[in-house]
């Protein structure tokens, strides 16, 4: 067990630019989770999968951002057109099971400056 | 709807003095509660968490938090605080059998512990 980890740590972009983040859940979790979080607030739910189906967007996921886990492993996220709006700490989290009362094991989070 | 409320965004105590961080929390069906423990550039990390057995729920390093139906509260404490508990911590809320397995949390209190 190796924990979840994200790619890359940090990125620094343009506002208009694209970008892309990987997750990398800890192996056999079905469910993976995104969160993002800004200074100064606790983590904001964004979306999850159950395996590689996307079974739930917050209305904070504008159509700008889409995400995907093609295979029920790794996920993508993706944010088009960045915003200065857009800069936060985005968290990958997994779980392995049934309920809401799993545990999520959350990953280091990759750091996003939008200029 | 969910949501969590921590008083205090900022907490100092003295090594060794009793630690109280404070949550309370809004469900309209019976909750799961979970307290997390983030030190800088690090991902969370789960404490405890409440998920309708026991009231009193003991975690990691010593924290324990007891869930008062009454009070709609989860007070996270530790009866000795040490540096290394200086971080900042999340309280979060998600709710049994919705079918929804997003985690909400609280705006989060920073902890710092005085030599």
């Known amino acids: 067990d190796t924990g979840v980890s994200q790619d890359p740590r940090h990125k620094i972009t343009k506002r208009g630019q694209n970008v892309t983040f990987r997750c990398d859940p800890i192996?056999?979790?079905?469910?993976l989770y995104w969160y993002r979080q800004t200074l100064g607030q606790g983590p904001e739910f964004l979306t999850y999968?159950?395996?590689?189906?996307?079974?739930?967007k917050s209305r904070l996921l504008s159509d700008r951002f889409s995400a995907e886990r093609p295979k029920g492993s790794f996920s993508t996220l993706e944010i088009q057109r960045t915003e200065q709006g857009d800069s936060a700490m985005y968290l990958c989290?997994?779980?392995?099971?049934?309920?809401?009362?799993?545990?999520?094991?959350f990953g280091p989070g990759t750091r996003l400056t939008v200029l | 709807a969910q949501s969590v409320t921590q008083l205090g965004s900022h907490v100092s105590v003295s090594e060794g003095a009793l630690v109280l961080l404070r949550c309370n929390y809004s469900?309209?069906?019976?909750?799961?509660l979970f307290w997390y423990v983030q030190y800088p550039n690090q991902g969370l990390q789960l404490l405890l968490k409440y998920t309708s057995a026991a009231t009193l729920v003991k975690g990691i390093n010593g924290f324990e938090a007891e869930f008062k139906k009454s009070e709609t509260s989860f007070h996270l404490t530790k009866p000795s605080a040490h540096m290394s508990d200086a971080a900042e911590y999340f309280c979060?809320?998600?709710?049994?059998?919705?079918?929804?397995?997003?985690?909400?949390f609280g705006k989060g209190t920073k902890l710092s512990v005085i030599p």
């Open positions: 192996s056999e979790h079905n469910r």
């Open positions: 989290a997994s779980s392995l099971g049934g309920g809401s009362a799993d545990t999520q094991y």
């Open positions: 979060a809320v998600s709710e049994s059998g919705a079918g929804s397995y997003q985690l909400t």
């Open positions: 469900s309209s069906v019976p909750p799961y």
């Open positions: 999968f159950q395996n590689e189906a996307q079974l739930e």
